[in-house]
């Protein structure tokens, strides 16, 4: 009833023979490079190597003006680039049709919303039905040119929130 041995797993450090073998392939793989590089400096045909810039000398008159100018246009880039990122990422989030079409219906849901708001959920008939008992008992003179001011103000309101919100605007 005894239970066969299980063998031990195989560690997966590679064994020393494995590591001298691949340190030799390296070793004259580099020597194989310095000897094709010897061969070419013998025919005059150096590998190019990629010169330095010095910089600019410090005696050199407008030296300052010339970094700073170099600084702008480095940090001018990379605000394009991220102004760039913004922009392909709002498009990505935006629904189907013309930017117009998608601010249109924004702007609708932002003025229903703002007018439900202030009207505490009513209904748009129970509305017009309140304002003409208002206006028949005399309590409001001209209940349009009253409704026209709160859904502009209301309209105004939201576009600065909107506004505000926005990383991009677009005039």
């Given at each position: 009833n005894r239970m066969p041995k299980i063998r031990?797993?195989?560690?997966?450090?590679?064994?020393?023979?494995?590591?001298?073998?691949?340190q030799k392939k390296?070793?004259?793989?580099?020597?194989?490079?310095k000897k094709e590089a010897k061969k070419l400096g013998k025919l005059g045909l150096r590998p190019k190597k990629l010169s330095k810039s010095p910089g600019v000398p410090n005696l050199f008159p407008h030296k300052e003006e010339m970094l700073e100018a170099l600084e702008r246009k480095q940090n001018m880039t990379a605000d394009m680039k991220s102004h760039l990122d913004a922009l392909k990422s709002s498009q990505k989030k935006m629904p189907e049709g013309t930017l117009g079409e998608?601010?249109?219906?924004?702007?609708?849901?932002?003025?229903?919303?703002?007018?439900?708001?202030k009207m505490g959920g009513l209904t748009?008939?129970?509305?017009?039905?309140?304002?003409?008992?208002?206006v028949k008992s005399g309590e409001i003179d001209d209940p349009n040119m009253r409704q026209m001011a709160q859904s502009r103000k209301a309209y105004y309101r939201e576009l600065k929130k909107v506004i505000e919100a926005a990383d991009v605007v677009i005039q």
């Open positions: 031990k797993k195989t560690s997966k450090r590679p064994t020393l023979r494995k590591q001298h073998s691949v390296v070793k004259d793989h580099h020597r194989k490079i998608y601010a249109a219906s924004v702007r609708a849901k932002v003025v229903n919303y703002e007018e439900e708001k748009e008939a129970e509305i017009k039905e309140a304002t003409n008992l208002m």
